[in-house]
């Protein structure tokens, strides 16, 4: 019985530390599969008060099999795409939308304050930078995009 203990111990040990040995931190690639040649982004505001957005596009080439993009981290937020490939070149759009809606607290003597939103990503970027999820091959990989241009705001009726 005590032989059967030492091994299940032994075992457990074995596994943790294997396990361990596996794990790997969030790298950003410096050299990617396609290539960035344009990079913007743009704030939208739509006819009823306070809907607003913020829309980025960027487009590029790539010279590889089974690339997949996933998700762009830009100024504090998660944008999911779904990237359009056509031919060896590939757009990614991200939408984000702020409706007119607002978190209230309301304090012991019954006034309401506003309560601002926070966003917290995984990622330190400054305002002009972007962080692109890839895949290849179903593994994720990490690239910032520097240079991000901002465009005119665009006003919808």
Not at 55 to 81: A, S
């Amino acid at each position: 019985m005590k032989l059967l203990q030492k091994f299940g111990t032994i075992s457990m040990i074995f596994l943790l530390i294997f396990s361990l040995t596996q794990c790997k931190t969030q790298a950003i690639e410096n050299e990617v599969p396609f290539t960035i040649k344009e990079k913007n982004y743009f704030y939208w505001a739509a006819g009823k008060k306070g809907t607003n957005g913020v829309n980025i596009n960027i487009v590029g080439e790539f010279n590889t099999t089974n690339l997949g993009f996933t998700t762009i981290y830009f100024q504090n937020r998660e944008y999911k795409v779904i990237p359009q490939f056509n031919g060896g070149k590939f757009t990614l759009t991200g939408s984000y939308s702020i409706l007119n809606t607002k978190n209230i607290l309301m304090d012991e003597e019954g006034k309401s304050n506003d309560v601002a939103e926070v966003n917290k990503i995984p990622f330190e970027l400054k305002n002009d930078e972007a962080l692109i999820i890839y895949t290849i091959n179903g593994r994720n990989h990490y690239y910032k995009v520097t240079g991000v241009k901002k465009m005119a705001t665009i006003y919808y009726p």
